[in-house]
Antibody, heavy 121, light 107 residues
């Protein structure tokens, strides 16, 4: 069964750039069968879709974050990454990576456990 | 963006009860509606996709219905492990958006 695991810094200073990585096991991220996505959850709040990437490199972002977000894929490492620039306290959240079957209803069928990113000086 | 509105925001029920959670979209999303369950400190888990299709391994006491703008999640014969927060999500139009959540608590 597919497993996803987020990694990255837990603490970032305001105005800096944070880079998170999701390592996928039990599945191929270059098969074309899936999109690979990022979703975040502010403390005690609801869920916010950030964006996803397809194995060919096509990316789709939430317009509210598009100017600061980059999602990329490293098939050799079975990883995909999220880069968020110019962070503020409003970016403090748990960040989840998730798999999205292509050719379906774009549901996030398997998720990583999440990583808390705190933006603070 | 498509707005998703869930009701109620919270709900108290007992083991063995049948409960229904409603999700309404601000515009038609056909059947591009998914339901997730989240327990404290854990990642969300997919329950239902395409409005009514049960995800692999999800107990049959969970069911979904609806299309267009109005959807429901029904849990029959509530079990202790079902007390959690439930979210709907539309995946018809980017950005995909979630409802605010419904917290299901033990009465």
């Amino acid at each position: 069964q597919v497993q996803l695991q987020e990694s990255g810094p837990g603490l970032v200073k305001p105005s800096q750039t944070v880079s998170l990585t999701c390592t996928v096991s039990g599945d191929s991220i270059s098969s074309g069968a899936y999109y690979w996505s990022w979703i975040r959850q502010h403390p005690g709040k609801g869920l916010e879709w950030i964006g996803y990437i397809y194995y060919l490199g096509s990316t789709y972002y939430n317009p509210s974050l598009k100017s600061r977000v980059t999602i990329s894929l490293d098939t050799s490492k079975r990883q995909f990454s999220l880069i968020l620039s110019s962070v503020t306290a409003a970016d403090t959240a748990v960040y989840y990576c998730a798999r999205v079957p292509s050719g379906s209803y774009f549901q996030s069928d398997y998720w990583g456990q999440g990583i808390l990113v705190t933006v603070s000086s | 963006d498509i707005q998703m509105t869930q009701s109620p925001s919270s709900l108290s029920a007992s083991v063995g009860d049948r409960v229904t959670i409603t999700c309404r979209a601000s515009q038609t999303i056909k059947s591009y509606l998914n339901w997730y369950q989240q327990k404290p400190g854990k990642a969300p888990k997919l329950l239902i996709f395409a409005a009514s299709s049960l995800h692999s391994g999800v107990p049959s006491r969970f069911s979904g219905s609806g299309s267009g703008t109005d959807f429901t999640l029904t849990i029959s014969n509530l079990q202790p492990e079902d007390f959690a927060t439930y979210y709907c999500q539309q995946s018809k139009s980017i950005p995909y958006t979630f409802g605010q959540g419904t917290k299901l608590e033990i009465k």
